[in-house]
């Protein structure tokens, strides 16, 4: 419990840093200063694995799964970079959001801050409960895999006209149910008084709460795909975090180059089928947790160096401006 409660407190420092400190004031992000705060979150998630080496080597943590100390390292590792790959689809969510409520760039930090706090609370739920039923009801392994493999055809064979519009949701129309929505911004509020007097949501806080709904979407499809490769609730719960703490900057840094990664989905489906068919043939097929790692990895670079050569070649082929 000491390790949870540390664990906590250090995450709750980091985002009263982040706020607090780092990004008092609004500010546009650029690509440089998002660089080096990817760089940093992704820096520190792997120093941890570090800790994670030791904390398995000691007594100060449940050890439910008896994991040796590189076993957990490498547990951890993996599923952070699992989280981290299926980010980049929640990257293009956000930015359609943000896009349609018009968002200021300044203002869309604070926005990811407070969606991050939420998605804090649901991802652990939702590892809770997924952890829980997976040792109270070992066969749900099955209904998990075959899940990924139903997600990972759905995105193969997903049409690109099928486009997500937040101004025709659910969420959206729930939200004007409750409160009347306003499109005026007024800075950082998320809440504003219209002209008749009465409290309005501002673009801000609707784009707050389709970001929140769309988290817990995609945890349903992260959650089991991490569980494929461990039940241990700490190395769970921290590699997610870590993979949380670290979208914001990640999409700042991607905000301008999205079309360019537009190919990376068919990393995600490989490495989605792949964890999938992992935990449906767990009983028969026995994967190093090495070779889990390396194979993701190579997925996660393959897909990174062929979407940059296509958007290359595409950019190759269009005529020049002599041309015209």
Same mark, same amino acid.
């Given at each position: 419990m000491t390790v949870w409660i540390l664990f906590f407190a250090l995450v709750i420092g980091i985002l009263a840093l982040d706020l607090g400190v780092f990004n008092k004031t609004p500010h546009i992000i650029s690509s440089k200063e998002a660089g080096k705060w990817t760089a940093l979150w992704a820096s520190l998630a792997f120093a941890f694995s570090g800790v994670i080496y030791w904390l398995y080597g000691t007594d100060y943590i449940g050890? *439910?799964?008896s994991l040796s100390q590189s076993t957990a390292a490498m547990k951890f590792i993996t599923g952070y970079l699992i989280e981290v790959s299926l980010s980049i689809d929640n990257i293009f969510v956000i930015a359609v959001i943000f896009a349609s409520f018009k968002i *200021?760039?300044?203002y869309q930090h604070r926005v990811l801050f407070w969606g991050i706090l939420g998605a804090i609370v649901f991802r652990g739920l939702m590892i809770g409960f997924g952890v829980t039923i997976i040792h109270q009801f070992a066969w749900t392994t099955y209904l998990f895999g075959g899940f990924l493999i139903f997600t990972a055809f759905k995105m193969l064979f997903s049409k690109e006209e099928d486009e997500f519009d937040p101004k025709h949701s659910t969420v959206y129309k729930l939200i004007g149910k409750i409160i009347p929505i306003t499109s005026e911004h007024d800075k950082e509020r998320f809440f504003i008084t219209a002209h008749n007097g009465k409290k309005a949501a501002t673009p801000l806080f609707v784009a707050l709460m389709i970001i929140e709904v769309m988290d817990v979407l995609f945890a349903v499809d992260s959650v089991p795909a991490i569980l494929s490769i461990t039940s241990d609730p700490f190395l769970v719960f921290s590699s997610n975090i870590f993979a949380i703490l670290g979208l914001r900057s990640m999409y700042f840094f991607l905000?301008?180059? /999205? +079309?360019?990664?537009?190919? /990376? +989905?068919?990393? /995600?489906?490989?490495i989605l089928t792949f964890v999938g068919v992992k935990m449906i043939a767990h009983d028969y097929i026995h994967i190093p947790e090495w070779a889990s790692l390396c194979f993701i990895v190579a997925c996660l670079a393959g897909g990174v160096i062929f979407s940059l050569w296509l958007a290359k070649k595409e950019e190759q082929s269009l005529p020049s401006r002599d041309e015209e």
């Amino acid at each position: 419990m000491t390790v949870w409660i540390l664990f906590f407190a250090l995450v709750i420092g980091i985002l009263a840093l982040d706020l607090g400190v780092f990004n008092k004031t609004p500010h546009i992000i650029s690509s440089k200063e998002a660089g080096k705060w990817t760089a940093l979150w992704a820096s520190l998630a792997f120093a941890f694995s570090g800790v994670i080496y030791w904390l398995y080597g000691t007594d100060y943590i449940g050890n *439910p799964t008896s994991l040796s100390q590189s076993t957990a390292a490498m547990k951890f590792i993996t599923g952070y970079l699992i989280e981290v790959s299926l980010s980049i689809d929640n990257i293009f969510v956000i930015a359609v959001i943000f896009a349609s409520f018009k968002i *200021p760039q300044k203002y869309q930090h604070r926005v990811l801050f407070w969606g991050i706090l939420g998605a804090i609370v649901f991802r652990g739920l939702m590892i809770g409960f997924g952890v829980t039923i997976i040792h109270q009801f070992a066969w749900t392994t099955y209904l998990f895999g075959g899940f990924l493999i139903f997600t990972a055809f759905k995105m193969l064979f997903s049409k690109e006209e099928d486009e997500f519009d937040p101004k025709h949701s659910t969420v959206y129309k729930l939200i004007g149910k409750i409160i009347p929505i306003t499109s005026e911004h007024d800075k950082e509020r998320f809440f504003i008084t219209a002209h008749n007097g009465k409290k309005a949501a501002t673009p801000l806080f609707v784009a707050l709460m389709i970001i929140e709904v769309m988290d817990v979407l995609f945890a349903v499809d992260s959650v089991p795909a991490i569980l494929s490769i461990t039940s241990d609730p700490f190395l769970v719960f921290s590699s997610n975090i870590f993979a949380i703490l670290g979208l914001r900057s990640m999409y700042f840094f991607l905000a301008n180059m /999205l +079309e360019k990664f537009s190919h /990376l +989905e068919y990393s /995600l489906i490989i490495i989605l089928t792949f964890v999938g068919v992992k935990m449906i043939a767990h009983d028969y097929i026995h994967i190093p947790e090495w070779a889990s790692l390396c194979f993701i990895v190579a997925c996660l670079a393959g897909g990174v160096i062929f979407s940059l050569w296509l958007a290359k070649k595409e950019e190759q082929s269009l005529p020049s401006r002599d041309e015209e």
